[in-house]
Nanobody, 115 residues
Framework: QVQLVESGGDLVQPGGSLRLSCAAS????????MGWYRQAPGKQRELVAA???????NYAESVKGRFTISRDNAKNTVYLQMNSLKPDDTAGYYC?????????WGKGTLVTVSS
């Protein structure tokens, strides 16, 4: 049974930083592409960043240079370091694993950027 559990969301001021974590279980973690998505109220869920098993990464244009995705295969965990946060980054952030064409999701963690 695949489980993805996010943590690290919080209320932060503009310009601040947060690190999100996603702990995976039930999969051979190191084999799969892992992603972070976000969904703001009234908007569609969008890809923020993804990392392959070879640690190739890609980012949404809106977060390039501010966010960094990384993974620790020994801990079955993927991270999202978010710097220079903006109010537009406010959203629920969701961890994703695509395994054999099936998307698995965590329940999400809320990031609020506000003064």
């Amino acid at each position: 049974q695949v489980q993805l559990v996010e943590s690290g969301g919080d209320l932060v001021q503009p310009g601040g930083s947060l690190r999100l974590s996603c702990a995976a279980s039930g999969i051979i973690f190191r084999f799969y592409v892992m992603g972070w998505y976000r969904q703001a109220p009234g908007k569609q869920r969008e890809l923020v960043a993804a990392i392959t098993s070879r640690e190739d990464t890609n980012y949404a244009e809106s977060v390039k240079g501010r966010f960094t995705i990384s993974r620790d295969n020994a801990k079955n965990t993927v991270y999202l370091q978010m710097n220079s946060l903006k109010p537009d980054d406010t959203a629920g952030y969701y961890c994703n694993a695509r395994i054999n064409g099936i998307d698995y999701w965590g329940k999400g963690t809320l990031v609020t950027v506000s003064s």
